[in-house]
């Protein structure tokens, strides 16, 4: 059974950073990209980025509003996909969503359950 | 980028009837490589997404054959044969032939 789990939500201060994690189990983690998605109170899906597997070169492609400030990674050996988020902004107060996905194209088959960040002073 | 435009956003259906959600992009989902690149999902209340359908019309693993997708080009249409009150949440269409874009989704509840 594929299983994503997400930790490292919690407060943080605008202007500073925070970095998620999505612990991956039930599938080869090598072999598929991993995404992130999240969802602001009340709204619907934003997409963020994916990270491709190391057979298409580990790539990374981000969504225009976070790319630059939002860095996707991933450590194999671990079974973990990383989000880290930096200068952040109220406006990203939201649940994170990682998922697994397609390898060329980041499409979201499985999803975790989600992680709340609250970015507030 | 592209745009993706779901009609209606809200939807009440009765047990047992038919339901339909038109999702229209701003370009062609139809790639050079003879796929379109259209997906559904599903988020019930208080869960994560789930993936219904993959490239227009292909169920995900577990999808009950009630759900079918159909469409092309910047056309599409999710179809629930017989609602079930199993089924209310809100449904997302979403395209990733450039990068990827969600609808603004599609709330169905239960009459």
């Known amino acids: 059974e594929v299983q994503l789990v997400e930790s490292g939500g919690g407060l943080g201060q605008p202007g500073r950073s925070l970095r998620l994690s999505c612990t991956a189990s039930?599938?080869?983690?090598?072999?598929?990209?991993m995404g992130w998605v999240r969802q602001a109170p009340g709204k619907g899906l934003e997409w963020l980025g994916f990270i491709r597997n190391k057979a298409y070169g580990g790539t990374t492609e981000y969504a225009a509003s976070v790319k630059g400030r939002f860095t996707i990674s991933r450590d194999d050996s671990k079974t973990i996909a990383y989000l880290q988020m930096n200068s952040l902004k109220t406006e990203d107060t939201a649940v994170y969503f990682c998922s697994r996905a397609g390898m060329v194209r980041g499409a979201p088959d499985y999803w975790g359950q989600g992680t709340l960040v609250t970015v507030s002073s | 980028d592209i745009v993706m435009t779901q009609t209606p956003l809200s939807l009440s259906v009765t047990p047992g009837q038919p339901a339909s959600i038109s999702c229209k992009s701003s370009?062609?989902?139809?790639?050079?490589?003879?796929?379109?690149?259209l997906y559904w999902y599903l988020q019930k209340p208080g869960q994560s997404p789930q993936l219904l359908i993959h490239?227009?019309?292909n169920r995900f693993s577990g999808v009950p054959d009630r759900f079918s997708g159909s469409g092309s080009g910047t056309d599409f249409t999710l179809k629930i044969s017989r609602v079930e009150a199993e089924d209310v949440g809100v449904y997302y269409c979403?395209?990733?032939?450039?990068?990827?874009?969600f609808g603004q989704g599609t709330k169905v509840e239960i009459k």
């Open positions: 039930g599938f080869t983690f090598g072999d598929y990209a």
């Open positions: 979403m395209q990733n032939i450039q990068l990827l874009t």
């Open positions: 370009q062609s989902l139809l790639h050079s490589d003879g796929k379109t690149y």
């Open positions: 490239e227009v019309s």
